[in-house]
C-alpha cells in the first residue's frame, strides 16, 4: 500500500500519538461490499501488557477502532479489533509502522474478522 519502508525496532514500540489522515490510493479501487475503510485523523500507540494497541480515531466523531496482537520489529500481527460500533472479536491481519529519514510515515492496518475486512492507513501531513 506505502511505499516508505519499515524499521526495525523493539518489540514494543514507544507509546505515540500521530496526527493526519486516513487515506487510501487509487489503485485499491472502491470498497468492496465486506470492507470497511477507517474514516480518521489520529492513530495512538501503545503497549498493553503483552499486547500492542493500534487504535485510529478521528475529532468530534464517537466511531473508532482499535487493532490488538503483537509487535515484532516495526509489524504487528492482529489478533483481535475493537470496533467501537460493534463487539471486539478474534481477528486476522497485520499493522505496519513504516519510518523515513527517522520519523513515522504511516501506519496502516488490515484485518479480518467475522466475515468483513477491516483496513485503516493513516498518513502525516503533508499530504
Not at 37 to 50: E, F, K, M, Q
Amino acid at each position: 500500500m506505502l511505499s516508505a519502508a519499515p524499521v526495525s525496532s523493539d518489540a514494543n514500540p514507544p507509546a505515540f500519538i500521530l496526527s493526519g489522515r486516513c487515506t487510501y490510493p487509487a489503485s485499491l479501487g472502491p470498497a468492496q461490499v465486506a470492507e470497511i475503510r477507517i474514516l480518521c485523523d489520529s492513530v495512538a500507540v501503545r503497549s498493553d501488557g503483552a499486547d500492542t494497541v493500534i487504535a485510529f480515531s478521528r475529532k468530534f466523531s464517537e466511531r473508532w477502532i482499535r487493532f490488538s496482537g503483537e509487535m515484532s520489529g516495526p509489524r504487528m500481527t492482529v489478533r483481535r479489533v475493537h470496533p467501537s460500533w460493534d463487539r471486539s472479536a478474534p481477528a486476522r491481519g497485520a499493522c505496519t509502522i513504516f519510518h523515513k529519514d527517522d520519523r513515522v510515515s504511516a501506519v496502516s492496518c488490515v484485518a479480518q474478522a467475522g466475515g468483513r475486512s477491516f483496513v485503516a492507513n493513516l498518513l502525516p501531513p503533508p499530504f
